[in-house]
């Protein structure tokens, strides 16, 4: 359920570097190397691109509880309430140049082991 993403060209452009195997899964579809812009993400993205602006304007992490109504065959389907964690990172310990993430489907959560 992890994912970590690169701020390319302002607060406003990012692309998948890296997307967790349960995220893919969700959404049908492997998104790494991709922009935001090019992911189709319907539905999700005015919140999203705000969320990691957020992160980016605020240089602060932000967790949300997001929910959707997504039509049957779209992107992420059956994540009609989930929760979003993102941590801003600085590789030259200023610039915010990557963001890690991770989402749960609130729906799913009684599936989870203990602990996890």
Known sequence: NLLMVDVVEGPHRFRFRL????????????????FFDEADITGYEPDVLEDYAEVVRTRNPICRIRH?????????????????????????????????????????????????
């Open 19 to 34: 997307m967790g195997t349960s995220l893919v899964d969700a959404a049908h579809r492997e998104l790494t190397g991709k």
């Open 68 to 116: 959707y109504d997504p039509a049957p065959g779209s992107f992420m389907e059956h994540w009609k309430t989930y929760e979003r964690l993102l941590l801003p990172l600085a590789t030259d310990g200023s610039h915010i140049d990557r963001i890690l993430g991770c989402s749960y489907p609130l729906g799913e959560r009684h599936l989870m082991p203990p602990g996890a």
